[in-house]
């Protein structure tokens, strides 16, 4: 029997059971095999099971009758179908559910990356040892767990292949191909030299990951046109066997807007990601993906494209079939009665104040540390325990629990180490992939779609939310700290004669024993600014504030630098603005900088005027929420989505388009539009305003300071 | 069509009766004629609001209870509500529902069965599952349905299929375009 010891890269099914892809330490890639049988539930109306049992007697399947757990009715008397084809899975499923749709299926469509890994304990791109005979495993044993702080780095093979420009607006000329250290790019004038010259390059260089631009979108169905166009076979997948699996491209509502989703091309024995498709890859990149990978159980190039609410109910999948609850193909919990008035006094979010509009100095901004998830854990919040006493840990305090654990360590040790050391870049990005699945984690309590979610659960965290950052807001007054804002898990805090970090260390103490969450320090600020609302100055607006930091790091949220469809002249503008202010100690000499963020305006207003600002820099980015068609009176984005279409492109909602403002019939220019835009058409009025807007932000706040200046 | 059609503009509260599915129809569900129908019926007794669509709007109805009686809480604490986010919390909502001799006010009943998500077949098969138990809910109380057009014309087969079963039918009637003539001066 032979023996190896690596990584696991891949896990997916087949006819006979699972195939599995192990990177193992003598840089060998092993293509294994393994027996696995999955076994999924139905229950309901016994006549209906009697039914089922003869529909599904001739096939291939082993049938019994047995009594599994449903996280909120408690012991079911179930029917257990077991096949040994994980692959006939979905179809064998699909047709049951459409003959008996009424009956309550469970761990029917559960992913077989997560059935693996409860089998074998082994977790994906975890380490392990593997026992087997011609290719079949006979035994796997895991040497690593998810949970690691520091896992030994997986030796990755990455080819990198991307076009010299986006196949979108022109046809690339060459694809830039970049293997380690060595770059170099191949024609594309030609489909036969260049198929056989990449086909060559796959099977010399044999990477384990193929990272890409537009490789979902243009490359790979671009690769299977030449392959047919010119005889040349070419499969990019490392298993011979299979063949690029894609899907459709698709427009979906998540977090309040509607998000467009390239068509997808996944490979078989090593993965494929497109950094132009995949969800978060620009803010957490590899790392962070595989992190994710690691942690939820699904694969690392489904991982990068799904959002981190696939993550976070894989997870939860996960620990019902480590803990023997099935899983639920449907969510059927429904909200409990309430009357209005329970209604309105539950019904609510996170406790945001009304923060004191104008400049602050020496505050301290200290934020709760992962608190809608810490609430959860410490305070056992998952949907089958809501409103139960000494119940015990449910579902999701027992999936969140590691996690939370892990990104606080990890927290822990980027504080300690030097912003210079190599490791700070790797493991700020696990960081953050691992806070994306912590954020998302408290929606998934109420989201229609979630597994486990019952919206109690999700007032019960916000309830619990509120009272704490009461019970801190009164920690803090009770030390004699100044509260000027709350915003759901954070405080602005102020006392005279307070502007060392170390000089609020008591009130975090105080605060951390109160609410038993831990809290950290952001920052002081030497000052910071709360914005009121551009339509009536009384009123104050929570989410905008921005402030300068002791060491003049900047902070802002909510003002035109946070928005996606502000223009980068504008956002650079300020900028600068912001930095020239954050020299500033104390809101007075904040005041005293004004005059100097006024020149730089108009500077930058004369240099758009005479045309040296790049049209790049103008270009604005706006999505469209709908079809064009169903536009009564179409949108900046629309009028460009309308230009393109004119010149044959396709497009649908949660599709980005960028244009720039131009005096012309409909205001705008596509930006991808072949011709392009007449410097003198630029429509410079409009971008004035744009900049005006966004100098008024930053200045607005030192208002009040100069006033009486100027009345005396 | 069983019943008559009206203009939404009349008013419910006359044939609301034991025994009778009303159904309204506008392009947004009957936002505000059904938190004033609500509110009005919660100064008269018990309600039980079902909602389909996130349409509830509680403050609102509290506003307008405030307008018509100082003993808010009596009202108030009569008005039971449970809203339903997927097709198939609805058809649990309403098969978990008990009949009681109490009106029934479901918002928005389709909005869920509208997700493109959910296959035809799925979404046939659950409403003519929550028709049956708005039948049960009729013998007992009046049941009210507010609709609201699906996004896809695909779907507007299951308008048909409420409306069918409905005893009233109200539609609020577009606003009639009428050919003006531009005046001279």
Known sequence: MAKAIGWLLDVYAEDDGINLWLLTDDDKRLHLHMEFDITFYAAGDFNLLRQVWKYLKEKDVKLERTVRRDLFLGERDVMAVTTSNPAGLQKMFGELQRQFPSLDYYDADIPITLRFIARTNTYLLGRCHVRFDDEWIQSIEPLSSPWEIDPTPIPLRILTLAPDCNPAIRKPKQLHVKYGQREYSLSLDSPRPFLIGLKADLQRLDPDLILTDYGDTWLFPQLGAWSEETGIELNPNRDENRQIMTRKADSYFAYGQVTYRGAQSHLFGRWHIDRKNAMSFGEYGLEGAMEQARVTGIGVQEMARKSPGAGITAMQMLTALCNAVMVPVQKQQVEGTKTLSELIRTDHGGLIYQPLIGLHGNVAQIDFSSMYPAIMVKHNISPETVGLENAPEGLIPKTLRPLLEKRLMLKNILSDLDPRDCRVEILKARAAALKWLLVVCFGYLGYKNARFGKIESHEAVTATSRELMLQAKEVAEDMGFTVIHMYVDCLFVQQEGFHKPSEFTPLMNAIEEKTGIPIALEGVFKWVAFLASKRDARVPVPNQYFGAFQDGTLKYRGIELRRRDTTLWVRKIQLKALEILARANTPREFANRVPDVMNLMEDAKRELRIGRVPLDELVIRQRLSQTIEAYKTPSPAAHAALQLQAHGRQFAPGQSLEFLFARNGTGVHAWELEEALDSGKLDTKRYYKLLDRAIQTVIDPCKPLLMPERLL | ?185
């Not at chain 2, 009349?10 to 044939?15: A, K, N």
């Open chain 2, 1 to 185: 069509m069983k019943g008559r059609l009206y203009s939404v503009g009349m008013d419910i509260l006359p044939v609301l009766k034991t025994g009778k599915l009303i159904v309204i129809y506008t392009s947004d569900a009957a936002r505000t004629e059904s938190m004033v129908l609500i509110a009005e019926l919660g100064l008269r007794g018990a309600v039980t609001i079902m909602d389909g669509g996130n349409r509830y709007r509680p403050y609102q109805v509290a506003k307008l209870l405030r307008t018509k009686t100082v003993d808010i809480s009596t009202a108030a604490n009569r008005l039971f509500s449970r809203r339903a986010f997927t097709c198939y919390e609805m058809n649990t909502l309403l098969s978990s529902t008990p009949s009681l001799n109490q009106p029934y006010l479901i918002l928005d009943l389709l909005n869920t069965f509208y997700d493109d998500h959910v296959p035809t077949y799925e979404a046939y098969r659950l409403l003519k599952s929550c028709l049956s138990q708005i039948q049960r809910l009729v013998l007992s109380g009046p049941v009210v349905v507010t609709l609201a057009p699906p996004l896809a014309e695909e779907r507007d087969f299951l308008l048909e299929q409420v409306c069918r079963q409905a005893d009233e039918v109200m539609i609020q009637e577009a606003p009639a375009c009428q050919p003006t003539q531009p005046s001279l001066f």
